[in-house]
């Protein structure tokens, strides 16, 4: 009985594996081809550069502000010293939390203009899996440690959107060469 079970369960397990097929895609190679992506890098650096102003703003301001607190002090009873001291204070503790909100507010620009190529990657390598049959595909840049290259399905995904694959091309030459 225990021989029926296991040849059963290896049975089964090499059907189950024997339909399975695994692929790979570079996503960022596909993203760094699209033609996109420069207008994603030209809207991402005017956001920063605003966001570079406001604080700038915002930090002239506290300059300022320092200048008048340290001219007038001598003159200042200590009511009005105190409420200096405080509006510095929470002056500065608001430039802290701007340079802090700019770098997430930068992420969220960041994938907010992203997620429309990352769709259309999305999209085509869908039409590459119902075509293929693929049952998996891997990431390469998350930690892949080997796969052959002839299921990276990177440059059909590339041609599929229309993208130029010669520097995917001469890459995968390189390495050949490499070898």
Excluded: C, H, W
Excluded at 55 to 74: I, P, S, W
Aim: charged share 30%; aromatic share 8%.
């Amino acid at each position: 009985m225990k021989n029926i079970f296991l040849g059963f369960f290896v049975l089964l397990f090499s059907i189950s594996f024997a339909q399975s097929k695994v692929g790979t895609i570079n996503t960022d190679v596909i993203l760094s081809q699209m033609p996109e992506l420069e207008s994603v890098d030209a809207e991402m650096k005017k956001y920063g550069a605003e966001l570079d102003q406001k604080l700038r703003d915002k930090y002239a301001e506290y300059q300022k502000l320092v200048t008048e607190f340290n001219e007038k002090e001598e003159e200042m009873n200590d009511v009005i010293k105190k409420f200096k001291t405080n509006e510095l204070a929470d002056l500065e503790e608001e430039i802290q939390n701007m340079q802090q909100g700019s770098q997430q507010k930068l992420r969220t620009k960041q994938d907010e203009l992203l997620r429309p190529l990352y769709t259309k990657i999305g999209n085509a390598l869908e039409v590459i899996v119902e075509d293929e049959s693929f049952t998996q595909i891997f990431n390469e840049g998350n930690n892949l440690i080997y796969i052959s290259p002839e299921y990276d399905v990177t440059k059909k995904v590339m041609k599929l959107l229309g993208l130029d694959t010669s520097k995917l091309e001469q890459d995968a030459a390189a390495n050949e060469g490499d070898n």
